[in-house]
């Protein structure tokens, strides 16, 4: 059994539970209840940042236009853009398609557990609370040298949850498996061993020239090839030790967040 903190719909605060990853089931006090029987709500209230090429993938992809125009030359600090409070939703929530398809990006949450300023990379688990699942959904597009706030930041492009792992769950954040499934079947299978900055270098790297607050968020990354998706398609993001965050795509013309 495993630490979470969930928040359950209409309860109110962030509650403690006991999670037991085989079995699906979780225990709040001394109730045990079906995992995909409790109505949940987004587990986190803070700033959401995401990181651009963090996946050796990713940016070997880039790698050829990084000198030239607009680049020019290769990023040296961690590339960031927030995801602002309107794209939040809930596991089990739909998501809104504007277009003929949306990418998923399939990301780790480092969850803040304190104020996080100039953080050494031995010391930054000291300042993580848990790991959760994001959604980075956004509309395909080329540029990353402007933000893509049109095509990252629309109503409900950020499914967050189902909880909050306790970070003690996690022995290591940089090997867990990440795979992305629509309909059921893997479209995406990655791993945090592949990212460039670790949690423990990104979290060092961030906090060098900015804070980050207890309950902020920052994501590490997308893999390269976001699978492509369109209304009516169920798409499912599981990180190992973590969870699994599931969504349906819907026509834009339908309301964001609305349950399964």
């Known amino acids: 059994m ?5 928040k359950l719909s209409g309860v109110g605060p962030l509650q403690e539970g006991r999670l037991d990853l085989r079995k699906q089931t979780i225990m709040i006090g001394n ?9 949940l709500e987004i587990p986190v209230n803070g700033t959401v940042y995401g990181t651009l090429l963090n996946y050796h993938g990713a940016y070997e992809q880039l790698k050829p236009a990084m000198n030239e125009a607009p ?5 040296k600090a961690p590339i960031l853009y927030i995801k602002p409070m309107n794209t939040f939703a809930a596991t089990a929530s739909s998501i809104p398609c504007p277009e003929s398809a949306v990418e998923i ?6 969850v803040i557990a304190k104020t996080a300023k100039k953080v050494s990379e031995a010391n930054a688990l000291d300042y993580i609370k848990g ?7 956004s509309i395909p597009h080329d540029s990353v040298y402007r933000p893509a706030v049109k095509e990252k930041a629309r109503d409900g492009f950020c499914p967050i949850g189902p909880w909050i792992m306790d970070k003690t769950a996690v022995d290591n954040p940089n090997n867990l498996e990440v795979r992305v499934l629509v309909n ?3 479209k995406q299978r990655s791993n945090t061993n592949q990212l460039i900055r670790s949690v423990e270098k990104l979290l060092c790297d961030v906090t060098e020239f900015m804070t980050l607050a207890k309950g902020d968020v920052l994501l590490v990354g997308i893999p390269e090839n976001p699978p492509r998706v369109k209304a009516n398609e169920r798409v499912q993001i599981e990180i190992e030790k973590v969870g699994t965050l599931e969504n349906t795509i ?4 339908l309301p964001a967040g609305g349950r399964i």
Do not use: F, R
Not at 31 to 39: G, S
Not at 71 to 75: F, G, L, Q, S, T
Not at 105 to 110: H, N, R
Not at 131 to 137: L, Q, S
């Open 250 to 253: 819907v026509t834009e013309s």
């Open 184 to 186: 059921g079947v893997v």
């Open 105 to 110: 990006g399939a990301a780790l949450g480092i």
């Open 31 to 39: 109730t045990t209840y079906k995992a995909d029987q409790i109505p």
């Open 2 to 6: 495993q630490t979470i903190y969930l």
């Open 71 to 75: 680049y020019e030359k290769p990023p």
């Open 131 to 137: 790991y959760t699942i994001a959604n980075d959904v």
